[in-house]
Structures are given as C-alpha cells and as structure tokens.
C-alpha cells in the first residue's frame, strides 16, 4: 500500500533559525496536504498543494509540491516560539479518496 | 458554520472493560467520517472510515469497532480493552468529493491500565 515518509522526526531549533520537513511517498500523488498540531491539541488543515512543481507560501511558511508528485516540503523562515508543534504531511493518491499521513515531525523551538 | 464535539477529552479505564467514544458533526449533510489513533508522539493510524449511515471501512484488524447509527454521528466501541489501545484518538470529517480538507475533533486521549 501507499507509504508516506517524513523526515526529520524530531527538530530543536533555535528561535530565529529556518526549518525544514520533507515528506516522500512511495506513490505518486494527486495532491497533498499539511496539518500542524500544536502540544495536546488536534491537527489543523494548513495547506493543500495539486500541480506539479507548485509552491505557496503563508507569510513565513513555504510550501513545495515536487515535479514528480512524489515529495513534498514545508519550509519556516526565523522561526518563533509560536511554530513550535508536530508537522504532518497526507498525501492522497490517484486511485482513492483515503489520505495517507506521514509520521509527523515534531518542532521544538528554544527562546 | 461547521463544528466537530468529541468526548470524552479524557478517559481512563481498566483493561478488559468496555469503550465508548462518540463524534458528532453540525452545520453539514453527508459527511465523511473517521476514527484516527495517535501513539504518544507518533503519526495518525486510520482505524475506520465511514461514507454514509451503516457503511464502516475498517483499516486496521483489531478488537476495535465503529458504526454510524445517524448521518452525523460516529462511535468507535470496543467490548474489550487491551493495555494497547492506550492512545489519543481523533474524529474527524470532510466532505465529499476529492480534495477535501480534514476537519479534526479535540480527541479524547485514553488510557488503558
């Protein structure tokens, strides 16, 4: 079945510095989305990416979706104390409706 | 609008005892449906799925089980608990169609002792 690898699992960084998670499926993609889950809350729809080689950004967050549609990335630039929480892709492939979740990287962030 | 209530937000229950946890959804129709486990700083495990009233998708074997006896409302039960099925479980929904977006519960983190 669909795998969805993300790395790293664990990040300490220091307030200020960038970020940087990478997911990579063993499938190719329809589209793929990003979910932050703070400590002790539930995940929250960051972002959605569909188009080959398509990237946003949400002011300090930038989202790239690769050509193959097999990876994807989350990017924080100078992050702050606010960021700090587990980052999951879901990536949702051609053949289903079923999104299948990375296992999260968790962002610590020393003041 | 829409909004998603998940309870309890936390439960502690022996093992070999029953397990009742209940999601509902307001402000939509026809929604998707799901039950998700989180092991403590783990990823999301897809228990169970749901499409429609009465149609349950299981994921994972295990001596977990849901039902959808309303278009809003799913419960994920068990007869039995093992110490395994310790975990933070979320419900969650979307709508219908392709792309759509999750919309996750406040979970209910259980402890099986």
């Known amino acids: 079945g669909q795998q969805v690898m993300q790395i790293p699992q664990y990040q300490h960084v220091q307030e200020g510095e960038d970020f940087t998670t990478y997911c990579n499926s063993s499938?190719?993609?329809?589209?793929i989305q990003w979910y932050k889950q703070r400590p002790g809350g539930h995940p929250v729809f960051l972002i959605q990416?569909?188009?080959?080689?398509e990237v946003k950004k949400q002011k300090r967050l930038t989202f790239q979706f690769g050509e193959a549609k097999k990876n994807s990335s989350l990017h924080i630039t100078a992050t702050q104390t606010t960021d700090v929480g587990t980052y999951f892709c879901?990536?949702?492939?051609?053949?289903?409706?079923?999104?299948?979740f990375g296992g999260g990287t968790r962002l610590m962030v020393k003041p | 609008s829409q909004t998603i209530h998940q309870w309890p937000a936390t439960l502690v229950q022996p093992v070999g005892s029953p397990l009742s946890l209940e999601c509902t959804v307001e402000?939509?129709?026809?929604?998707?449906l799901y039950w998700y486990r989180q092991a403590a700083g783990r990823g999301l495990q897809l228990l169970f799925y749901?499409?429609?009233?009465?149609?349950i998708s299981s994921e994972v074997p295990q001596n977990l089980s849901a039902s959808r006896p309303q278009d809003r409302q799913f419960i994920l039960s068990s007869k039995k608990l093992l110490l395994s099925d310790s975990g933070f479980y979320l419900c969650?929904?979307?709508?219908?169609?392709?792309?759509?977006?999750?919309?996750f519960g406040s979970g209910t983190q259980l402890s099986v002792l």
């Open positions: 969650a929904w979307n709508n219908r169609g392709g792309n759509e977006k999750l919309f």
């Open positions: 499938t190719t993609l329809s589209n």
């Open positions: 990416l569909v188009k080959s080689g």
């Open positions: 879901a990536g949702r492939n051609n053949a289903g409706n079923m999104l299948t």
């Open positions: 402000g939509t129709s026809n929604p998707n």
């Open positions: 749901s499409v429609g009233i009465g149609q």
